[in-house]
């Protein structure tokens, strides 16, 4: 060994100690080993939620994402509220919110006659459905935007539960 460790290595036409290769090696592996060790690597995760927060509300003081309304008689009228509110720091803008009305009567299709909302647009789908579309939603960071509904069944007095879907599409 103490031979091997004496012999001469031509490379590059210099001469080099094997003792010398081996010495640079055995640094080169060990700094290899520790970097991972002594490198203070830092990971993270980060879950990115929608920025609007949809409530809903019977009173327009209690709020919360799931109201049962409870029943209604045909030809009464009552009102619920949707609240808009920007969850982020920054302002948030969107083209509009929509309101999907859908019924659990498949005999009767949902009719814009039977609902009011100051400042929006009904469309009636094909598949049975209306959409209530609002104008431009502009929130800044932290602020709310109520919108009232008016619902009348007077104009389709068939039994029937509707189901209201908020959204803002991005």
């Known amino acids: 060994m103490k031979k091997l460790m004496k012999k001469k290595i031509s490379l590059l036409g210099k001469e080099f100690s094997v003792f010398a290769i081996v010495l640079v090696a055995m640094v080169t592996f060990a700094t290899a080993a520790l970097v991972p060790y002594i490198s203070n690597t830092v990971t ?3 879950a990115v939620n929608s920025p609007i927060e949809f409530e809903i509300s019977l009173d327009g003081s209690t709020w919360d994402d799931n109201v049962d309304i409870g029943t209604i008689r045909g030809s009464d009228s009552f009102l619920f509220y949707t609240r808009l509110t920007n969850m982020a720091t920054g302002a948030v803008s969107a083209d509009n919110a929509t309101l999907i009305v859908t019924n659990n009567n498949s005999a009767s299709n949902v009719e814009c006659a039977e ?3 100051a400042g929006t647009t009904c469309a009636e789908n094909s598949d049975g459905t209306a959409t209530l579309t609002t104008g ?3 929130l800044a960071g932290g602020a709310s935007q109520d919108i009232t509904f008016t619902v009348n069944t ?4 068939e039994p029937v539960g509707y189901i209201f879907t908020s959204q803002v599409p991005y």
Request: glycine residues 8%.
């Open 154 to 157: 007077a104009v389709n007095i």
């Open 44 to 46: 993270g995760e980060v």
């Open 136 to 138: 431009p939603i502009v």
């Open 115 to 117: 609902f009011t909302i």
